[in-house]
């Protein structure tokens, strides 16, 4: 018994310190480890298990909109990359470069790819001539490197995964249409699929992606109160095409420009499914995310018959189309749960003796440890019943939270208060000026994380400098 306590004890309580509980959550679950490349982690398989679930349903819900999958190289040339002069800048501090190859210095340096705009942009120069090439909606998956000074397990590491979206239309407004378009993708995959919930909107200029005419963004509220930018897409308009060439033969005979954009997610959400959904008692996955979503457990499996009806429950979900597996190990039934419920399987299955004399098994929900009896008969049927109950509860529960946890400010003095007394989102209105975010995050240490697109009119004035408003915004403390 002492063993089965010291694993759960082993988490740090969120209430106490969050850093160190997700830290211990993404040991103990057996996400990641450290390794001897500092700032990078081994992802191990039950969190590349997670990452795999999360590039599947992506992926399918891409190619859906017309997206097909490519791969380009992970190195740019220096001179490459300097052709659009704002995102080299914006980009610069995190590049990692390549300056030898084997004994030979290079020639021109080669950058470790931080994102791959340059080389789309190299790619499409050649490959777009007329109209008829029009529009390109290509996406790589792939790894990319930044050298991030302060680095966190899936949060923020020297080298990431991630999916990255290279489109190229004949239009603005088909641009503009595909960058919303790809936002809201992502925004329905976390709200149906992590059971996150997001606010969907525009960054402000200072904080946009460089070298972009707009980006748009969701951005979710973890347990702690801090924001995560959880997706972002980028309208690029005609600069990049501008710095690279990238023209094409109208249908009139004119030579124009194409307008581009970019959209991406990463590895960070499998993060953002630990701060959102776990609890003191280790990761709770949404189970439509869930590599494993139902363990059944034998008790006093040494009995005849027990394994058996064990593996035939099995089969039989498999069957169904359940993810199912079957905790056979000699470890004790309380052992067991505190392990599942550690690894954040959605339910578990409990069949001992007394059920199959009495044809039940009972199934235990990872999120409310709610036990319910469910005959044999209905197994499959229930667990259905079961699991979407608990996907819609957990999105539920994620929105009440950021709901709770969202303030309204009318004027500086009540906006730095909330800020600093009240984790979590703040509403306020802004003139639009970028001295006033340089205040805020002076004062504060919070961004602006968007503009919504749902606009509310709180005040006439901005909460800052007490000018015309233009905008709402909505303020937060991030990872």
């Known amino acids: 018994m002492a063993k089965e306590k ?3 004890e082993e988490i740090t309580s969120m209430d106490v310190d969050f850093a160190q509980w997700y830290t211990d959550v993404v040991k103990k679950a057996e ?4 390794t001897s490349v500092k700032g990078c982690m081994v992802i191990k398989p039950a969190g590349y ?3 795999e679930n999360i590039q599947h349903e992506l992926d399918r819900r891409f190619k859906e909109t017309g997206v097909e999958n490519v791969y380009l190289p992970m190195f740019i040339p220096e001179g490459l990359l300097q052709k659009e002069k704002d995102h080299v800048e914006g980009f610069a501090p995190e590049v990692a470069w390549v300056t030898h190859g084997g004994m030979e210095q290079l020639q021109e340096r080669l950058c470790v790819r931080p994102t791959s705009e340059t080389l789309f942009c190299d790619f499409y120069a050649k490959e777009i001539q007329s109209y008829r090439d029009l529009p390109k909606v290509y996406n790589q998956w792939c790894s990319v490197v930044r050298w991030e000074k302060t680095t966190r397990p899936f949060l923020r590491s020297r080298e990431f995964l991630w999916q990255e979206g290279h489109t190229a239309h004949a239009t603005a407004e088909e641009a503009e249409a595909r960058t919303q378009q790809m936002l809201n993708v992502y925004a329905d995959f976390c709200e149906e699929v992590l059971a996150i919930p997001v606010i969907r909107g525009r960054k402000t200029d200072k904080e946009k992606f460089a070298g972009a005419e707009a980006t748009y963004t969701i951005e979710s509220l973890m ?3 801090k924001a995560l930018q959880s997706g972002t897409s980028h309208n690029f308009g005609d600069g990049f095409a501008r710095a690279f060439g990238i023209q094409y033969t109208a249908k009139d005979n004119t030579l124009q420009y194409v307008h581009q954009t ?3 997610m990463t590895t960070r959400m499998i993060g953002a499914i630990i701060m959102v959904h776990g609890d003191n008692s280790g990761l709770v996955l949404p189970p439509r995310i ?4 139902v363990m059944v457990i034998p008790i006093a499996q040494h009995k005849e018959g027990v394994l058996d009806k064990a593996y035939a429950i099995k089969s039989d979900l498999l069957k169904a189309g359940f993810k199912v597996k079957v905790d056979d190990s000699d470890k004790s039934p309380g052992w067991k749960f505190s392990e599942q419920e550690m690894k954040g399987i959605p339910v578990r299955i409990e069949i001992g003796p007394k059920d199959i004399e009495a044809n039940q098994a009972v199934i235990v929900r990872r999120d409310t440890r709610e036990k319910i009896v469910v005959s044999l008969d209905n197994l499959s049927e229930k667990l259905t019943e079961v699991l979407d109950t608990m996907q819609h509860d957990m999105l539920e529960r994620a929105r009440a ?7 309204d400010a009318l004027n500086y003095e009540e906006f730095v208060k909330t800020i600093n007394e009240k984790p979590g989102f703040v509403r306020a209105m802004w003139c639009g000026d970028q001295a006033c975010e340089d205040k805020v995050k002076e004062d504060t240490t919070a961004t602006a994380r968007c503009m919504p697109f749902k606009q509310e009119k709180l005040s006439d004035v901005c909460v ?14 991030a990872y």
């Not at 996400?31 to 450290?34: F, G």
């Open 6 to 8: 010291k694993l759960v």
């Open 290 to 293: 869930a590599p494993v979503q």
């Open 401 to 407: 939270h950021r709901d709770a946890h969202t303030y």
């Open 49 to 51: 298990a997670i990452w």
């Open 464 to 477: 800052c400098c007490g000018k015309p408003a233009k905008a709402m915004v909505y303020w937060g403390k």
């Open 223 to 225: 347990h702690d109160g």
């Open 31 to 34: 996400l990641t480890d450290y």
């Open 262 to 264: 970019s959209w991406g």
